[in-house]
C-alpha cells in the first residue's frame, strides 16, 4: 500500500467512523426488512448519509432496491455476525476491500468504498 493509498483508506475510515456507530433507523422502505435496519442502526447522521445516498443512486439507480443494497453490502450468504460490532468490523473489512480492490466511487469530492456509499444509499431507499 502506498502512501496515496493509506491517506485514501484513512480518510474513509475517518469519514465512515462519522457517520457509522449508532444512529437512528432509516425510511420504512429500508427499515423494513431486519437486515436493513441493523445496518442503518450503524449510522450515525441518517440525514448526511440519505443525501451522499441519493447521489450515489443518481449514478447506480439499479441499486435503488433496499433487499439489493443489503446483499451487496454484506455480502451473499453472510449475515456480517450476530452481534452489531461483529456487523460493524465486517462492513469496516468490506470498506478496506473495496479501496485495495479499486472499487471505489467519487461524490462531492469525496472518495468512498462501493460498501459505503451504498449503506448510505440503503439510507435513501
Known amino acids: 500500500m502506498n502512501r496515496r493509498e493509506l491517506l485514501a483508506t484513512a480518510t474513509a475510515t475517518a469519514t465512515a467512523a462519522?457517520?457509522?456507530l449508532c444512529g437512528s433507523p432509516g425510511p420504512a422502505r429500508a427499515a423494513a426488512l431486519p437486515e436493513a435496519r441493523r445496518l442503518l442502526a450503524l449510522l450515525r447522521s441518517p440525514a448526511a448519509a440519505r443525501r451522499i445516498g441519493r447521489a450515489y443512486l443518481e449514478t447506480a439507480a439499479d441499486e435503488?432496491?433496499?433487499?439489493?443494497?443489503?446483499?451487496?453490502?454484506?455480502?451473499?450468504?453472510?449475515?456480517?455476525?450476530t452481534?452489531?460490532?461483529?456487523?460493524?468490523?465486517?462492513?469496516?473489512?468490506?470498506?478496506?476491500?473495496?479501496?485495495?480492490?479499486?472499487?471505489?466511487v467519487k461524490l462531492d469530492g469525496w472518495v468512498l468504498s462501493r460498501t459505503e456509499a451504498r449503506l448510505y444509499a440503503l439510507a435513501a431507499v
Open 83 to 104: 452481534a452489531d460490532g461483529d456487523l460493524l468490523r465486517h462492513v469496516a473489512e468490506r470498506q478496506r476491500a473495496d479501496f485495495a480492490a479499486g472499487r471505489t
Open 18 to 20: 462519522a457517520v457509522l
Open 64 to 81: 435503488a432496491d433496499p433487499a439489493k443494497l443489503v446483499t451487496l453490502i454484506v455480502g451473499d450468504g453472510a449475515d456480517g455476525g
